[in-house]
């Protein structure tokens, strides 16, 4: 059993954390070690890749950009193979469409209770504003454009991928002889997720040298001035994962909790690295192993990824919020619901990488023109302890649209679901006798 237990990943990835954040206090010189000049960076099948200039900052970056590589062409294939066996090409088209009215209703949901909450909790009353000319915003204000679909589109390499798959796909429908390139695309999708399956094995490192990254450079203590808002942002992400995504998952019998526990090596991971594409395969992987259609998936996942940021947008509209207590800024009703309105339509241009939450502030804060552009300076310290909890968010968000859709369109395997719940029971009574033991 012991040796079972110390063969579990999520076992690991939770060591990992735990001895990044001590490293991080403890020995920061350790994590912040240079080992380049200045960090390195790539495009490679249309992925931007980052490699850190630090020691810490090397391990997380590289872990992800190592997974970003198999995004796209996970999403290629999965797709393609997805809509070839979905046969009906009207249902892709009503697949897409029922997954975009869903991303809309929920994330405007997410943005009213985001907005609801700093007004009840009012974090930013009382917040020092002396360090607002401190910090480097220079490199966010490029953001200040009105937003444009095409840009969005033009360098979102996900959608890129998307729609070149959908086409893809549905020209295969229409080719006679598409059972020798399908049997062809399945064999390279086989090898694909081999080899994800093999790099997921470096997550431990990627979580160690993201945490301790994070705690090395901008410290635990940068967390005392702005405690409150951060503790009304996790707050309020938890209210929509245990009250909003529960009902949705109510609806069709499943338990939220269970779910959770399915899926928690890869929240793990995503806690560690900060980024929600860092487990993001992965996440496809399992909802199919869950009973999910494949051709569900493939739709719902990549669309999502760019669609359907809930905690992105929570954190949008509290820190907009947050930033007018903290200028005594008296919002009307009329500009609260202008907030909300753009918002809906700027926070569709944050991925669900670190620090684009951050940027897509100050392009709606230079759009609304109503508060204080150099209050993010307040906010540089925080940002990223704030983007554990906007990527865990966006994560889960993204699993419980897949798995209702899936649901609604009577495409989901009841039976694949719970044994694949069971298998996750079965490890947790190992862990629990060796912790016993």
């Known amino acids: 059993m012991m040796r079972r237990l ?30 380049l000049e ?23 970056t590289t872990f992800i950009s190592i997974v970003k590589i198999f995004i796209n062409p996970i999403i290629f294939l999965t797709i393609c193979l997805g809509i070839v066996s979905m046969g009906n090409l009207k ?13 809309e209703v929920v994330t405007t949901l997410a943005l009213i209770i985001g907005v609801a909450v700093a007004m009840i909790i009012r974090p930013g009353d009382g917040v020092d504003i002396s360090a607002v000319a401190a910090g480097d915003i220079s490199k966010y ?16 390499s996900t959608l890129q991928v998307l729609l070149l798959a959908i086409v893809t796909g549905i020209s295969l429908n229409y080719y006679s002889k598409r059972h020798t390139i399908v049997d062809v695309l399945q064999k390279i999708s086989k090898v694909v997720f081999r080899g994800l399956h093999k790099v997921m094995l470096l997550a431990p490192l990627g979580a160690l040298g993201g945490m301790a990254y994070t705690i090395s450079k901008h410290g635990i203590d940068t967390l005392l001035p702005l405690g409150k808002l951060m ?16 009902f949705i998952l109510r609806m069709y019998r499943i338990r939220l909790i269970r779910f959770l526990k399915y899926i928690r090596e890869e929240l793990l991971v995503v806690l560690g690295t900060s980024s929600s594409e860092s487990a993001l395969p992965s996440l496809m992987e399992k ?5 999910c259609s494949k051709s569900t998936v493939g739709l ?36 609260i619901a202008s907030i909300i309105g753009i918002l809906m339509i700027t926070s569709k241009g944050a991925a669900g990488v670190t620090g684009s939450g951050f940027a897509v502030l100050v392009s709606t804060l230079s759009t609304i023109k ?25 994560f889960i968000g993204n699993g419980v649209a897949t798995v209702w859709i899936s649901n609604n369109e009577k495409e989901f395997d009841r039976n694949k679901m719970e044994v694949a719940f069971e298998s996750v029971a079965e490890t947790e009574d190992i862990v629990e006798d060796n912790i016993n033991y």
Not at 91 to 103: C, S, T
Not at 302 to 323: E, Q, V
């Open 6 to 35: 110390l063969t579990n990943l999520t076992f690991w990835v939770l060591v990992a954390i735990i001895a990044g954040i001590i490293i991080g206090h403890k020995f920061p010189e350790l994590a912040l070690y240079p080992v």
């Open 38 to 60: 200045s960090p390195l960076k790539t495009r490679f099948l249309g992925q931007d890749l980052t490699i850190g200039a630090t020691a810490s900052e090397m391990l997380g």
């Open 91 to 103: 249902k892709v088209g009503r697949v897409g469409a029922k997954a975009l009215l869903y991303f």
């Open 141 to 156: 204000t490029q953001n200040k454009a009105d937003f444009s679909w095409w840009n969005f589109f033009k360098e979102n």
């Open 231 to 246: 503790i009304t942002v996790y707050v309020t992400m938890a209210i929509f994962i245990f009250v909003v995504l529960w």
């Open 287 to 291: 909802l199919e192993k869950m009973g």
């Open 300 to 335: 719902v996942v990549p669309t999502g990824y760019s669609f359907n940021l809930d905690g992105t947008t929570i954190y949008l509209s509290m820190c907009m919020i947050f930033l007018a207590q903290v200028f005594n800024v008296d919002l009307s009703w009329g500009q």
């Open 370 to 394: 109503v508060i204080p552009i150099e209050g993010v300076a307040l906010l540089l310290g925080v940002d990223r302890f704030m983007s554990e909890a906007r990527a865990i968010t966006n």
